[in-house]
Every structure is written in C-alpha cells, then in structure tokens.
C-alpha cells in the first residue's frame, strides 16, 4: 500500500524538469557568459562543458523520474487525465511563443553578422527558455488547481 | 481554471455514500485525485463524459452533482 501523494505524479513530475533544467542549464550559461564577459569568449572551450551538462541532466533526469515512477506507480503507467492533457497543451502554447522569439531572435543575429558563439548559444537557450517556460507553466497550473 | 460558474455536490455525495475518499471516485471515474479535487473545489470544469462518469457513480441524474450558476463569470 502507498501513500497517497500530495502531489500528483505529473506535477512532481514537472518540477524536477523545471529545477533540473534551470539548475544546470543556468550554471552552464553563467559560466559561458562569464568567460564572454571576460573577453575569453574566442579561446572558450564550451563544448566540453555544455556535453558534461547535458550528460548530468539526462542521469539526474533518469533518476529522480524513476524515483517517483516507484513511489506512484499506479500513476505513473497510467495514462494523463483529461485536466493533465489541457494544462500540457497550454505549456506546450507557452512554449512554442518562447522558442519563436528566440529563433526571430537569432535569425536577427545572423543576419547582422554575430559570431557562431553567440548564434548557436543564443539558439540553445532560446530551446533551453522554451522547456523551463513549459515546465513553469504546469508547475503554476496545477499549483493554482491545488 | 482559477474559477468556474458552475457549482457541485461531490463532497455531499462523496459523504453519504459511505464517506467515499476522493482517491476513490478518481478510480472510478478514471482521473487523478488532484482532478477531482480541482473538480470539487470549482477550479475546474470537467468534461460532459467525466461529468456523466461522476453521476453514475453516484447514480444520480447530472443535475444532481452539477448546477451552472447563471451571472457569475469565469474569472482567467
């Protein structure tokens, strides 16, 4: 028998993309920026970084989502409700308006000649924006439902 | 889904028939039990086929669970 969670398995769910993404992909643009700033921004070797990053998301990911798999399992094989699909579809419309601007964004750029460090960065955290905006947008969704 | 004109009767009905837990009409009607407490509390409007879902359970006409409240208006 287990107990019953205060949080359903979707919105524990979001919350760990939420914290996982704006954690470590904050750290990772901190850091970029900051050798940018320094003037480092030919010689920085973000590359490396960046993979360790991703590597970290995905096992971090992995863990805490089969975690609560475990914890609620009955939820976490079922299917989403229909109140669980309208607030992914409203995330998903959230997210879709933040990735548009980033690409006009860096469309922009290009245009105006900026360098591949900033054009292809600027387009990661347009995608990197893109995903907290839609894990934000469900984490206050089934907060203001709760 | 803050706030929904339309009232219901669930936790009444969840009452009279043996105190069942809102975990349990979630079973039985096929949502989360943080649905039907957003359903429960007005926060959110669920379909006509879960709206129906909740009737029978309580074998009950639609009426009975659910009442739109004419002037009041959704509030997003």
Known sequence: MFREQPLSFREQSAWISLLAYAGLYGYYFVVLFSAIAAGRAGTFQYGQLLVRVMVLLVVIEVVLQVAISLRSPKEATAPADEREREIALKATHVAFHVVMIGAATICAAIALGAPAIYTTNGLFLAIVLAEVARNTSQVVSFRRDA | ?76
Request: aromatic share 8%; charged share 30%.
């Open chain 2, 1 to 76: 889904m803050s706030h929904v004109p339309i009232r219901n009767e669930i936790r009444r009905l969840r009452f009279d028939h043996a105190e069942m837990t809102q975990a349990d009409l979630a079973d039985r009607i096929g949502v989360t039990r943080q649905t039907v407490n957003a359903i429960e509390l007005a926060k959110y409007s669920p379909s006509l086929e879960v709206a129906f879902r909740i009737a029978h359970v309580f074998g009950v006409a639609l009426e009975s669970v659910f009442h739109y409240e004419a002037g009041a208006d959704r509030k997003r």
